[in-house]
């Protein structure tokens, strides 16, 4: 802990921002509690942002938090979220541009609140091309005043390298301590699961009217809705149970129940339609969502439940009154169950995969 102490005392002293870095298992969310709590014997105003999607302290799994220290904490999870930022994920994988966007929001709301000193705990993706990009961005962005590389011999020199050269940046490299103890991927499994069981106990089932709201980080509901009379042709040349049909600038989105008839795609160049881009039904089930105000500001998740494509609702499960004030509807990727236990995830960050492209197109992909 004397390195520890030793890094503490400096980054308390100086500057404002200070991330940490290692793979899971490193001891940053240790390290971030205690230099939390350093940092308040001295400072009035400390904030964390809890930016591991996967293993959330502050909010739910899939959101990145932010909220300051009231006191000594013995626990990250004491802290109270004061803001959120939706990813709708439990991994940055695809959603990198997400995480660095709102790790740095978070930052930013922490320092217009008055925080003398926010600390960033990142999640452990620190390997390959994407999580290096990630990281590399998220530096970046953030400008931290301090770095702090938790690691057990160099393993993650790739990601100081760039830094090492900014003036600003102090870099501070520490072992990993002797006492970690390695999560198995089952139990960081269940630790989300209980955390999201947390979140969605008291959750109740609301109808939501898609209506009413503006989708985001998805094609529903972003075009135009398609006339019933060509619905049915549609559905005649798919073959399909076609409950849900938009235009949108990349072709037509459709959302079926089942099988379709791959034969029948070509036709739909009679409907003027260059591009078929599938979403399935069952993609929605179980779907995490987050709720935005008018100005983008996170409100709270929530999990769809049946959808009435025909009527244009969903029942959805949200705790307290989070749907009072929402304006928007973040997509997230994550499908779970009311307890937690996650069933499934909706690839590439979107909803739909395309399925087919076909003469006539563009070449866009
Ligand atoms: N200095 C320490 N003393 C005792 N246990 C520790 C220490 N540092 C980490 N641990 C334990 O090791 C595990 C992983 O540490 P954690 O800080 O969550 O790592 P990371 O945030 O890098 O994934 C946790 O269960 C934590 O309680
Ligand atoms: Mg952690």
């Not at 541009?97 to 999640?123: H, N, R, Y």
């Not at 501070?172 to 969605?200: C, D, I, M, N, T």
Request: hydrophobic residues 40%.
């Amino acid at each position: 802990m004397g390195d520890w102490n030793n890094a503490m005392e400096r980054i308390a002293a100086e500057g404002k921002v200070c991330l940490l870095l290692g793979a899971p298992d490193t001891g940053k969310s240790t390290f971030a509690l205690e230099l939390a709590n350093f940092c308040l014997k001295k400072i009035k105003n400390v904030a964390v942002v809890d930016a591991d999607i996967g293993q959330s302290d502050i909010g739910p799994p899939g959101v990145i938090g932010m909220g300051f220290l009231k006191g000594k904490l013995a626990d990250l999870g004491e802290i109270e979220l004061e803001k959120g930022y939706f990813v709708g994920s439990n991994s940055p994988e695809g959603l990198e541009i997400a995480c660095v966007s709102g790790t740095f929001k978070m930052v930013q709301e922490a320092l217009k609140l008055g925080a003398q000193k926010v600390i960033v705990d990142p999640t452990g993706a620190v390997f390959g091309r994407n999580a290096r990009i990630l990281k590399y961005c998220k530096v970046d962005m953030l400008k931290p005043d301090s770095l702090v590389v938790l690691q057990n011999r160099r393993e993650i020199e790739h990601l100081v390298q760039p830094v090492s050269r900014r003036q600003e940046c102090k870099i501070f490299r520490l072992p990993v301590p002797a006492q970690v103890r390695r999560k198995g991927r089952e139990e960081r499994r269940e630790l989300r699961r209980q955390s999201f069981h947390k979140y969605f106990q008291e959750a109740k089932e609301i109808e939501l009217n898609w209506e009413q709201l503006v989708t985001s980080r998805t094609y529903f509901r972003t075009g135009r809705l398609v006339a019933e009379e060509t619905k049915n042709k549609i559905a005649s040349s798919l073959d399909c149970a076609l409950l849900h049909a938009e235009r949108i600038p990349e072709g037509l989105f459709a959302i079926i129940r089942g099988g379709f008839n791959r034969a029948g795609v070509p036709l739909l160049k009679e409907e003027g339609i260059k591009r078929l881009i599938i979403g399935r039904e069952e993609q929605f089930l179980g779907l995490l969502v987050g709720f935005l105000d008018g100005e983008g500001d996170y409100l709270g998740c929530g999990i769809i439940q049946r959808t009435d494509f025909f009527a244009n609702r969903s029942k959805v499960l949200v705790p307290g009154d989070v749907l009072k004030n929402a304006k928007e509807v973040a997509m997230g990727s994550l499908r779970i169950r009311k307890d937690g236990e996650e069933i499934g995830r909706v690839k590439s960050h979107q909803l739909e995969k395309i399925h087919e492209t076909f003469a006539g197109d563009d070449g866009t992909q």
